[in-house]
């Protein structure tokens, strides 16, 4: 069986982050999907996901996430039930995030056109293990991802050495 998400969407508001009575941050927040094709009137339409992310991860995002950013979610879908004040029964469907990709820099939202040349600094990927169970596999390690996942194309506009036997085409 298998049940994982990815997501790329733009966040409605900034996040929400909470703790629990056990002192586990939960960050909560909805991600916009535009969805592939448009109406009879031309309007493109989007769906707008709850996602939530757990310990770390949850402090991370609530610190450097912020309405309408760009970002990937990697998961699960996780579908929950309780009892409102009325007495009726409520279901929620939401993404259980382990990893989350910010997919722009904060100088190509805040700064309009950001110049190319490398000045931006490379944006955090956060990941690691969500939900709120205790057991203890290497995925609950949260770690950010440093120099490893560089982007080989930034540079100072030097020419790239490759042979025509290199390309795959």
């Known amino acids: 069986m298998l049940n994982r998400i990815i997501l790329i969407g733009r966040l409605t508001r900034d996040p929400e982050l909470r703790y629990t009575p056990q002192g586990v941050a ?13 109406t009879q009137g031309g309007e493109r339409e989007a769906d707008f996901i709850p996602v939530v992310t757990w310990r770390q991860l949850a402090e991370t995002c609530a610190n450097y996430l912020r309405k309408g950013r760009l970002t990937a979610v990697e998961g699960r879908i996780q579908v ?20 989350v ?9 805040e700064g309009g056109n950001a110049s190319s040349g490398g000045s931006a ?3 955090p990927s956060f990941g690691g293990g969500g939900g709120n169970s205790g057991r ?3 995925n ?6 440093t120099n490893n996942n560089q982007d ?3 540079g100072d506009g030097k020419p790239i050495d490759i042979s025509d ?4 085409f």
Do not use: W
Request: hydrophobic share 30%; aromatic share 12%.
């Open 80 to 99: 929950r039930n309780y009892e409102n004040n009325e007495g009726k029964r409520v279901y929620v469907t939401e993404v259980i995030a382990d990893n």
């Open 165 to 168: 036997d290199d390309l795959p």
């Open 121 to 123: 600094p490379e944006e």
């Open 140 to 145: 609950n390690n949260f770690s950010r991802n």
């Open 26 to 38: 939960v960050t909560q927040f909805t991600l916009a999907v535009d969805r592939q094709f448009a």
């Open 101 to 109: 990709r910010f997919l722009e820099s904060t100088q190509n939202r």
């Open 152 to 154: 080989p194309f930034s």
């Open 136 to 138: 203890g596999n290497s």
